[in-house]
Every structure is written in structure tokens, then in C-alpha cells.
């Protein structure tokens, strides 16, 4: 089992900025599929952004344009940069791996961290 664990987390202002870190126990990070799922109270976990192996990625449209995902195979670790923060970005973020050929949904992500807490305040 793939150990995953969130750092970067915390309160910020709305317009500011936080840079989430997901440092993974896999030697085989390189060829996972890495994503970044958020759950805010009441909702169900919704997909954030994820990226292949190959270094393509994609986004959520809520997030597309302020949000970047990115991956160091050398540290087994992948981040989130998040800019211009607005308060709905509220929520536990989690980071996940998937080993499958194709991985969009919560579903098809095997493992996941314990997820870190983002808090934009108006």
C-alpha cells in the first residue's frame, strides 16, 4: 500500500495563495497517475486536478487557470499551487495515486492521504 502524505494546508485570505505538497512511499511514483481531490463539509469529494505520468494534467473548470499541479519523480512528491484563492476553495484536500491505465474519478484512485485542511476567509 502507497503512503501519501499532505503538507501545506492552512488559513488564508481570499486572493492569496498556498502551495500543497504530497510526498509519497512508492518507488514507482514515476509511473503513477497523481491527483488532488478536495471534500468541503456536507459535499461529496469532487476532483481537483490530476496528472500522468507523462507530465500531462488537467483540471477542474472551478480551478482551471488558478490552480497548478506538478510533479517531482526525483522526491516521489507532487504539489498543488494554488493562486488567487477564493473562499468556495474551502475544503480537506486530499492527494491520491493510481497505477491504472486511466484514473479520473475517486473510484479508480487506490491510494490516499490523509488530506490537509484549506481555509479561505473573505
Known amino acids: 500500500q502507497v503512503q501519501l502524505v499532505e503538507s501545506g494546508g492552512g488559513l488564508v485570505q481570499a486572493g492569496g495563495s498556498l502551495r500543497l505538497s504530497c510526498a509519497t512511499s512508492?518507488?514507482?511514483?514515476?509511473?503513477?497517475?497523481m491527483g488532488w481531490f478536495r471534500q468541503a463539509p456536507e459535499k461529496e469529494r469532487e476532483f481537483v486536478s490530476r496528472i500522468l505520468s507523462s507530465g500531462t494534467s488537467y483540471y477542474a473548470d472551478s480551478v482551471k487557470g488558478r490552480f497548478t499541479i506538478s510533479r517531482d519523480n526525483t522526491k516521489s512528491t507532487v504539489y498543488l499551487q494554488m493562486n488567487s484563492l477564493k473562499p468556495e476553495d474551502t475544503a480537506i484536500y486530499f492527494c491520491?495515486?493510481?497505477?491504472?491505465?486511466?484514473?479520473?474519478?475517486?473510484?479508480?484512485?487506490?491510494?490516499w492521504g490523509q488530506g490537509t485542511q484549506v481555509t479561505v476567509s473573505s
Open positions: 491520491a495515486a493510481s497505477y491504472r491505465t486511466y484514473a479520473t474519478g475517486p473510484g479508480d484512485f487506490g491510494s
Open positions: 512508492t518507488g514507482t511514483f514515476r509511473n503513477s497517475i
